[in-house]
């Protein structure tokens, strides 16, 4: 069945650094690909998604690269501050409308 | 613009009594809808998922049931809670169209006894 497995499970970097969160898909028909941010307590929020007609799109701090060839897709934070602390999660869509989630990056940036 | 209630925001209920959590979204037609649920420290698990008024797809065996009597309300049901159900329900909605963002209410903090 469709799978996405994300990595890493947890990311501890100091303020100021980049984080790459990674994620592969299995099925080949999938054409969206969102990233979720959510913090402690707090529901997930869309922070970038990008299509399969696209191989990157950056929005100030955040990118999110797509290799369809190789079936995995990363977000980039850069110049990474305390509030971007939180769970990050990717996910991908098939022609069927539904989202399937990766398991989430605990990201924590130190001051 | 368009919005999603989702309530309550917790819940506390015994083992064996009986769940209704709702959701409605404004501000837009003909919605898919989706219940998923969140253990602590874990990923979203998909529950149910509805193109329509009284569609529902049930994605894995539970104890819980969807409904959906009208095209912006979402309902999720139990009977008979077990321990098991515990976690945090969240409700998302998204355009009608194919590969389209969903986006979450606030969620249920679900707690059983």
């Known amino acids: 069945g469709e799978n996405v497995e994300q990595h890493p499970s947890t990311l501890s970097v100091q303020e100021g650094d980049s984080a790459v969160i990674k994620c592969t898909y299995s099925?080949?028909?999938?054409?969206?690909f969102p990233w979720y941010k959510q913090e402690l307590g707090k529901r997930p929020q869309l922070i970038i998604d990008?299509?399969?007609?696209?191989g990157e799109k950056k929005d100030q701090r955040i990118a999110v690269t797509l290799n369809k060839t190789a079936k995995h897709f990363s977000l980039h934070i850069t110049e990474t501050q305390p509030e971007d602390s939180a769970v990050y999660f990717c996910?991908?869509?098939?022609?069927?409308?539904?989202?399937?989630f990766g398991q989430g990056t605990t990201l924590q940036v130190k001051p | 613009s368009q919005t999603i209630h989702q309530w309550p925001a917790t819940l506390v209920q015994p083992v064996g009594s009986p769940l209704s959590l709702e959701c409605t979204v404004e501000?837009?037609?003909?919605?898919?809808l989706y219940w998923y649920r969140q253990a602590a420290g874990r990923g979203l698990q998909l529950l149910f998922y509805?193109?329509?008024?009284?569609?529902i797809s049930s994605e894995v065996p539970q104890n819980l049931s969807a409904s959906r009597p009208q095209d912006r309300q979402f309902i999720l049901s139990s009977k008979k809670l077990l321990l098991s159900d515990s976690g945090f329900y969240l409700c998302?909605?998204?355009?009608?169209?194919?590969?389209?963002?969903?986006?979450f209410g606030d969620g249920t903090r679900l707690s059983i006894l």
């Open positions: 509805s193109v329509g008024i009284g569609q």
């Open positions: 099925d080949s028909a999938s054409n969206y």
């Open positions: 996910a991908a869509s098939s022609n069927t409308g539904k989202l399937i």
């Open positions: 998302a909605w998204s355009a009608g169209a194919l590969n389209q963002p969903q986006h």
């Open positions: 501000g837009t037609s003909n919605p898919n």
């Open positions: 990008i299509r399969s007609n696209v």
